[in-house]
Nanobody
Framework: VQLQASGGGLVQPGGSLRLSCVASGFSLDDYTIGWFRQAPGKEREGVSSISRSGGRKFYTVSVKGRFTISRDNTENTVYLQMNSLKPEDTAVYYC????????????????????WGQGTQVTVSS
């Protein structure tokens, strides 16, 4: 059972990246998937979450309107499209599975998530 996040890199402010979260050994469509990030010296932060069907999505306030979460269950992959990137988006990004349905008050609580992938570094800098 493995969860792998990829797609990070170095990008200039205003640029875009698309992160992918791919599962092997199990089906992602059995889970809510969350994206989290952690910047140096800061606590881990919930970025976005998507329900099993993809019908319910949540975003932290700082990324609303810039980031879009989506999933392709046929590809066993969840994506995080990040546009208009800012230096404050610099962090290691992780995806994780949650065996429940996300709701507004708890979708970003990391302890609810079970499997965590290795992170991918996103650096926004000129």
């Amino acid at each position: 059972v493995q969860l792998q996040a990829s797609g990070g890199g170095l990008v200039q402010p205003g640029g875009s990246l698309r992160l992918s979260c791919v599962a092997s050994g199990f089906s992602l469509d059995d889970y809510t998937i969350g994206w989290f990030r952690q910047a140096p010296g800061k606590e881990r932060e919930g970025v976005s979450s998507i329900s099993r069907s993809g019908g319910r999505k949540f975003y932290t306030v700082s990324v609303k309107g810039r980031f879009t979460i989506s999933r392709d269950n046929t590809e066993n992959t969840v994506y995080l499209q990040m546009n208009s990137l800012k230096p404050e988006d610099t962090a290691v990004y992780y995806c994780a599975t949650y065996n429940g349905s996300p709701i507004l008050s708890t979708w970003n609580l990391g302890y609810l998530y079970d499997y965590w992938g290795q992170g991918t570094q996103v650096t926004v800098s000129s």
